[in-house]
């Protein structure tokens, strides 16, 4: 097979993933000027979520960065980056509840939430180990360690097709919260529906990104002999 073919995948995937890193920055700059008619900020609006559910002891906390916002299950931390824990944008509301709606997951002990927390370690070893295991069987004509490498970066994939529905639910739990309590009022809600979808297709991207890559990888193990 022309070599061409394994570079254009590599091309393909790297543009899916840019694509929709760069529509959910568009949303994110769009929807980080407008400010919510509550003029609430987002560090008010988690801190309202979690004492609405119980939350207490989850702490709101300020975190370095552009849209490096999480919920930390071991530490019973939300995390949010400065814009958002300060601004009152429809954004900043969005943001916040969404990582709010994991800590309800934590809350109700949400599989795959757990499941996700646990294939962190092996997804580490896996990211660093799987292509250098790979390169190591490519040279030394080896190919069951090519295989290897291969389903190492499996767990890689794995873990995307877990992390979707996890960010899904988080941001149908955000909605929810959003409507009942009203921290977001009229068309307002329609604006923060679209900038978590927005969120939610970067991790659609890395689904699709992963495999592709595993397929790059099998054509090139496919294609040995040649």
């Given amino acids: 097979m022309d070599v061409t073919i394994y570079y254009i995948i590599g091309a393909i995937s790297f543009a899916i993933v840019s694509l929709a890193q760069g529509y959910v920055k568009r949303n994110y700059n769009k929807y980080s000027?407008?400010?919510?008619?509550g003029n609430i900020t987002g560090a008010e609006i988690a801190r309202k979520i979690l004492k609405a559910n119980g939350l207490d002891k989850v702490y709101v906390v300020e975190t370095q960065g552009v849209?490096?916002?999480h919920y930390d299950p071991s530490r019973k931390v939300v995390r949010l980056?400065?814009?958002n824990y300060n601004d009152t944008s429809i954004a900043a509301v969005a943001v916040a509840?969404?990582?709010c709606g994991?800590?309800?997951?934590?809350?109700d002990n949400y599989f795959l939430l757990r499941l996700r927390a646990a294939l962190v370690p092996i997804v580490n070893i896996s990211n660093k180990a799987g292509y250098i295991i790979i390169m190591i069987g490519v040279f030394a004509n080896i190919f069951n360690l090519v295989i290897l490498g291969i389903m190492l970066l499996g767990a890689i994939l794995l873990f995307h097709l877990v992390t979707l529905p996890v960010?899904?639910?988080?941001?149908?739990?955000?909605?929810?919260?959003?409507?009942?309590m009203h921290l977001l009022t009229g068309d307002e809600?329609?604006?923060?529906?679209?900038?978590?979808?927005?969120?939610?297709?970067?991790?659609?991207?890395s689904v699709l990104s992963s495999l592709l890559e595993i397929f790059r990888?099998?054509?090139?193990?496919?294609?040995?002999d040649e």
């Avoid at 960010?167 to 009942?180: C, F, H, L, P, Q």
């Avoid at 990888?217 to 040995?224: D, E, K, S, T, W």
């Fill in 33 to 37: 000027k407008v400010d919510s008619k």
């Fill in 102 to 107: 994991h800590a309800l997951q934590d809350k």
């Fill in 217 to 224: 990888l099998l054509l090139v193990y496919g294609n040995r």
């Fill in 97 to 99: 509840a969404h990582e």
């Fill in 81 to 83: 980056s400065s814009s």
């Fill in 189 to 205: 809600v329609g604006k923060g529906r679209s900038m978590l979808i927005a969120a939610a297709l970067t991790y659609v991207a």
């Fill in 67 to 69: 849209l490096t916002d």
């Fill in 167 to 180: 960010e899904i639910n988080a941001s149908k739990r955000a909605m929810e919260k959003i409507e009942k």
